[in-house]
């Protein structure tokens, strides 16, 4: 069932939502646990039945190098999704809490996708371009062992959230990478993504961008998805909230303007209206089927891929 923006919460969290969305990045915090909050009752009853899911697979060596995967029962050489949390490249885990974002691998294993959630290491620990190669490895893995869980190692797509978007997207177009995108990669997918580094008095999570970017804001433009973003064919769908985390909205749309430019024509873009930056995650595997629904359409008609 598709429903209209927020058509499927209580009268009382929608007033919630409305009264933060337009202060949101005043205490991002504060304002994301009211959210989760909201979505943890409508997730805890969120259709689940049929999909296995197998906890905390290494995919490297580090401790956070590792991910869940989702898979339906009859799941048999289906596409993979590696879907990749946020978190302002400081903090975030794949289980937010125990419905975020276990939420996105259960919607895409119900609608014949292979989930994975993708776990990375963290700055300061990991720099620049840490959280992208963490990635280049979860791709690597998925092409050894998808096989094994009923996926199609030759039809992924990746799906970031946040700081996760930044890194899908330094994975796919940052020539600075030491690994090249896999050519099984079919197009990605960026969701409220700091495309464009900064660390501007006006940016709340400035701090996180330094400890991922470092200090030295000369080299921001160089290390930015967006600077990079007009030279890739790769499918892309870029999706933005109405209420989001300082200049997000802006780096997506800047992102957007780039790729149109470059190839002649708008690449598919989704501003979803009275979602703020957690609830455009939040709300998928709910009743309310909007940013989803676009996903699995992209997947199917810009990336070939269907389940």
């Not at 455009?280 to 891929?305: Q, S, W, Y």
Request: net charge neutral; charged share 20%; glycine share 8%.
């Amino acid at each position: 069932m598709r429903l209209e923006p927020l058509a499927n919460l209580p009268q009382a969290a929608r007033c919630a939502l409305a009264e933060i969305g337009p202060v949101w990045g005043t205490d991002i915090q504060r304002h994301r646990d009211i959210v989760l909050k909201i979505y943890r009752p409508l997730l805890a009853a969120a259709p689940k039945a049929g999909v296995e899911v197998t906890r905390g697979i290494a995919y490297g060596t580090h401790p956070r190098k590792i991910l869940d995967a989702y898979r339906h029962t009859s799941a048999a050489k289906v596409p993979v999704v590696l879907f990749v949390h946020g978190g302002a490249f400081v903090r975030g885990d794949k289980d937010v809490t125990d419905e975020v974002y276990a939420n996105v691998g259960y919607y895409f294993a119900r609608h014949g996708y292979l989930a994975l959630n993708v776990e990375y290491r963290l700055a300061p620990e990991s720099r620049y371009p840490g959280g992208a190669d963490d990635l280049a490895a979860a791709i690597a893995w998925a092409k050894r062992s998808a096989r094994d869980l009923g996926g199609d190692p030759e039809r992924l797509v990746l799906v970031g959230h946040s700081a996760g978007a930044t890194h899908v997207a330094g994975c796919a177009w940052d020539p600075n990478m030491p690994v090249r995108i896999d050519p099984a990669v079919k197009g990605i997918v960026l969701i409220s993504g700091r495309l464009r580094a900064d660390a501007r008095p006006d940016n709340p999570n400035a701090a996180g961008v330094r400890a991922y970017f470092g200090d030295d804001e000369s080299q921001y433009e160089a290390r930015s998805p967006v600077t990079y973003a007009g030279a890739s064919q790769l499918p892309v769908f870029l999706a933005i909230a109405e209420h989001e985390n300082p200049l997000l909205d802006v780096y997506g749309a800047e992102t957007l303007y780039r790729i149109a430019i470059a190839r002649g024509r708008a690449p598919r873009f989704l501003r979803l209206p009275r979602h703020n930056h957690i609830s455009i995650i939040a709300h998928v595997n709910t009743e309310e089927d909007t940013l989803g629904a676009a996903m699995r359409d992209f997947f199917a008609n810009e990336c070939g891929l269907h389940s």
